[in-house]
């Protein structure tokens, strides 16, 4: 079997797919799977990690602004497009996948299209409610489109074959086990460990407010907390922080990452997750069974984000904090609230890992059988 997974711009696109990875290696060890995605895209990073071959080629955003940065911002995208159908092209005819799995993002279209072009076979996962623009434009082409959401297949009119299975979870973090990173982390620092994240970007503006929140904590001591600023942020977030009057080298309980690799071990140690609501990073924080306090992007199709979130809310697995409403005091307010009360915190963790599809990979697997049987 050899499959070529394609797609990437943020780890929500990329983690699903080393998620089936490594469930198929798991089934069949001798699989030939490879990687493509955009040159200086977080894939770059995270499938390497994970040992596999990773083919790259040049893509860039289009702006939807008709003023002059815009308009030689989309005729770079538009010449860097020319370039990475070539170089897809390259790809398949050196690797001869027998199929190409899509992940969504914009860095899946070259090798989808491609594929599709050449007879090769071609799935597509889309993980979030609302279906995105590749998806939605290759799922009449594809051979199938695996869903996380019931909602997502009406979205998708004149797909070949629309198959539910959830959204894939990575097998280290459905079987992550307390290993004492809390205690090797923060040595004698007591008390409750949170880890918050606003994705494997970062949010720039919500990095400023989690910047009161890191102060705060670092004052006050109730809880200590890991931190994953992304890596354009990263760069500003210790000096900002430091003018704010923390120092975060004797600040014990304060552990500022750029990102978080080591997630299955992180979010098995924490008591509390904040984050965003992208599909895949719910999918994990209940495949872990946390609770949870999100602040949805307002910043995507069809506000899908905060539409995920509330089904967690509703479920009183989680704690919504819309984006307009959230202040780093009221994201540390919250955190304490929910921490003193332990048993709400061991209910809310239960009911999450209700909702966890912890068997999508399963699912996506035999897909992937029976298209190439």
């Excluded at 869903?147 to 004149?158: C, K």
């Excluded at 979870?169 to 040595?187: C, M, S, T, W, Y």
């Excluded at 690799?261 to 997750?273: G, R």
């Amino acid at each position: 079997m050899k499959i070529l997974f394609t797609g990437g711009g943020t780890a929500g696109h990329v983690n699903p797919a080393l998620a089936v990875a490594g469930y198929i290696k798991s089934q069949q060890p001798q699989a030939d799977i490879r990687f493509a995605g955009a040159e200086g895209a977080i894939e770059e990073r995270l499938v390497k990690r994970a040992g596999y071959p990773l083919y790259t080629f040049p893509l860039a955003g289009l702006s939807r602004k008709l003023n002059w940065k815009g308009i030689r911002q989309n005729v770079d995208a538009l010449s860097k497009a020319a370039k990475a159908s070539r170089r897809a092209r390259e790809i398949l005819g050196e690797f001869q996948p027998d199929l190409v799995l899509g992940t969504g993002g914009y860095a899946s279209y070259p090798a989808v299209q491609a594929a599709v072009r050449q007879g090769i076979r071609c799935a597509m996962l889309e993980v979030n409610a609302a279906p995105g623009m590749v998806v939605k434009r290759m799922s009449r082409k594809v051979d199938c489109v695996f869903t996380s959401f019931a909602e997502t297949g009406p979205q998708l009119p004149g797909a070949k074959k629309v198959v539910l299975t959830g959204s894939p979870v990575r097998q280290e973090i459905v079987n992550a086990r307390p290993d004492g990173l809390k205690q090797r982390l923060f040595g004698e620092e007591g008390g409750p460990m949170v880890v918050s994240f606003w994705g494997s970007v970062g949010a720039l503006y919500m990095n400023q407010k989690m910047s009161e929140c890191i102060k705060l904590c670092a004052q006050e001591k109730p809880f200590c907390l890991v931190h994953a600023a992304g890596a354009s942020n990263y760069k500003w977030m210790p000096e900002y922080i430091a003018k704010m009057g923390v120092d975060l080298e004797t600040a014990r309980n304060i552990d500022l990452r750029e990102y978080i690799f080591d997630m299955d071990k992180v979010l098995c140690e924490a008591d509390l997750v904040i984050c965003r609501a992208g599909a895949s990073t719910l999918a994990e924080v209940c495949a872990a069974g946390k609770p949870s306090i999100i602040v949805p992007s307002p910043y995507v199709a069809d506000n899908h984000q905060e539409k995920n979130a509330r089904v967690l809310e509703r479920y009183g697995a989680a704690v919504v904090i819309t984006e307009a409403e959230a202040t780093g005091k009221k994201i540390y307010d919250t955190a304490c609230q929910l921490l003193q009360d332990p048993a709400k915190l061991q209910e809310m963790g239960a009911k999450a890992r209700s909702l966890a599809k912890t068997d999508a990979v399963e699912q996506i697997y035999q897909g992937i059988c029976q298209l190439l049987a």
